[in-house]
């Protein structure tokens, strides 16, 4: 099987949906032409032994546990139930996408990572988002469903080069379990019914997408059983014939007529925008592997994914801040105040400096200094949120008293992505968060292949964003999009990995990675409590996101009153899983309980 491998490293640092809403259609009446079945059961925690999966898909985690069950590790698992995702997430995940993979190897002790990002066409240009008739950056919804805003998918190769690396088993064999379930369908329920519906004006003008999501001309009912036979025989082709037939051969050729024509109804009056994406720049792509981020946090070393993503850099950073306070010594209104603010002060940096590193200069182990962290946690008042946006710091090497530069920036994000995360027996870890970006992605797919087309170029930003600096994330040839995928692992002072975690909310991803940390390491609550307890972000705006529990609370009131953050009320803020190493070979799989209809845990030899 034809692997596509680059070997490229960064430095290395030590201590260092909203769509349009209107002319949804009536819910599917006719029966479903399959029978209904039930879905494999479904449980937010499990304990136990001989490995872990948690998906946000109780099918997705079925089928990484049949893997670990046929003696495959945490990577083959990782692939899997990333492959199974494709079939029933597929608004999230699928071989149309990207993503980010963090893998801990139990016999040489160290971390590695994976940058499966799209990258943009050679011909992008900086002003690929800009309307050339006005002058004026597209509309969001213009620029998403289109031919720009697709970039060449890296999600099959990430999988072939894990597997190349890391795992035990083929491809083909990993995808077997999510050929099954693209044949025999999955049960839709209301999480998925409620995406296809919120999408249904975009994929009603794509007949290609309406036939694979809008059975009958409408959603499908929730516990309509669906398949999808063109993904399954698109999986089978790659599982005979290998990842060439996706990059450089007739799949290749369908994605780029596809992006370069897109296949809109007759009569659609949606403007739809031609891209550039050609077969070449299929042909070019690369998985890289990056150096790992990596602060020290409590003694505990904390791994993340570096740019192109700033996800591990804002991590990072925020936890090297918050290393200056005692945070278990704090009630909790005080902690996540510290928590809050920290995160603005790392956004700020965030969007002043990080980009593609191939592309743009991203000063990263200045970014993840300790240094740097302390003379920016000297702008956090510990009694009182600042005025936002914050201004950026410089991060030159040069560190004393508090110092502030350039104009602030603000952080537009948004979308929806997947994150698993999977463990073996031997003591292998993966964290793994892959996305098409929107909920839905470009909403185009490829006619007869069973699946979409990210829109990830859409996480350029579409113009200067950085007053009279240079944006690090501005659209150019072959470069990927700045994102905010925050797969993280946690090892002890031991080296032995302690916790695994990830999950899907664009820029609120590295506060529900930052939130989940602080609550699991500083707060005293064990994983399950820390991943389900309510969500607070802050990404250097004047308003701070708080889920309900919060925001109509006595925590809220006080967050508001006190400590004088401005709180907007948001229903829901990631779909996070993880995994807790609990010792002595036990471990703990821990997904959403309520979010997005919450998720799937399971380990291999549940504790009696
Ligand atoms: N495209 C986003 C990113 O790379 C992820 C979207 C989401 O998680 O919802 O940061």
Redesign the pocket.
Known sequence: MGVRRSMRTTVALVGTIAVAGVGLLAPAQAAPDRQQSDPPPKQPVATGSGGAVATVDADATAAGLEVLRRGGNAVDAAVAAAAALGVSEPFSAGIGGGGFFVYYDARSGEVSTLDGRESAPATATATRFINPATGQPLAFLEARVSGLSVGTPGTLATWAEALDRWGRRSLARNLAPAIDLAEDGFVVDQTFRSQVEANAAIFADFPATAELYLPGGAPPAVGTVLPNPDLAATYRQIARHGTDVFYEGPIADEIAATVQDPPVRDGATRVVRPGDLTADDLAGYEVIEREPTLVDYRGLQVYGMPPP?SGGSTVGEALNILENYDLGAMDEAQALHHYLEATALAFADRNRYVGDPDVVDVPLDELLSQEFADERACLLDPDAAAPKPVAPGVPDGDYGACATSAEPAAVA?????THLTTADRWGNVVAYTL?I?QTGGSGIAVPGRGFLLNN?LT?FNFAPTQGSAPDPNLPGPDKRPR???APTIVLDGDGDPLLALGS????T?IGTVLQTLVNRIDLGMDLPTALAAPRLFQPNAVNTSAEPAIDGGPLGAILEDVYRHTLMPTPEIGAATAIEFLGKHRLQAVAEPVRRGGGSAAVLHPRR
């Open positions: 993503s994000d948004d979308g929806s992505t996305t970006e990830e996480d994102s905010s995928m899907p909310g664009g820029a991803i």
